[in-house]
Nanobody
């Protein structure tokens, strides 16, 4: 019964900032990687940023230098700080996490419901 819930989306002007948050709850033994994906209308879902359990990060090229992913293991949360937003960043943003529900069992991937980010020009 793992759940991921995103928050923080909204409407912002080009050049502005938003911070997305995602909280994991439920039957969790541990969390491996956590990440953010986005999907714009008519386009494929793409990886935006990912962070490992050790704190190592990777970003898609289009957001490097503008977005920062972070996690709080104690709170079971992941964040995406988005600065210098562009209209092309407009999309539904989804939180994801690879979670082991029980020890010695393989992890499963979970997804949040998504939060809309709209950047106006």
């Amino acid at each position: 019964q793992v759940q991921l819930v995103e928050s923080g989306g909204g409407l912002v002007q080009a050049g502005g900032s938003l911070r997305l948050s995602c909280a994991a709850s439920g039957r969790i033994f541990d969390i491996n990687s956590m990440g953010w994906y986005r999907q714009a209308p008519g386009k494929q879902r793409e990886l935006v940023a990912v962070i490992s359990s050790a704190g190592n990060t990777n970003y898609t090229d289009s957001v490097k230098g503008r977005f920062t992913i972070a996690r709080d293991n104690a709170k079971k949360m992941v964040y995406l700080q988005m600065n210098s937003l562009k209209p092309e960043d407009t999309a539904v943003y989804y939180c994801s996490a690879r979670i082991r529900e029980r020890i010695y069992r393989p992890p499963n991937d979970y997804w949040g419901q998504g939060t809309q980010v709209t950047v106006s020009s």
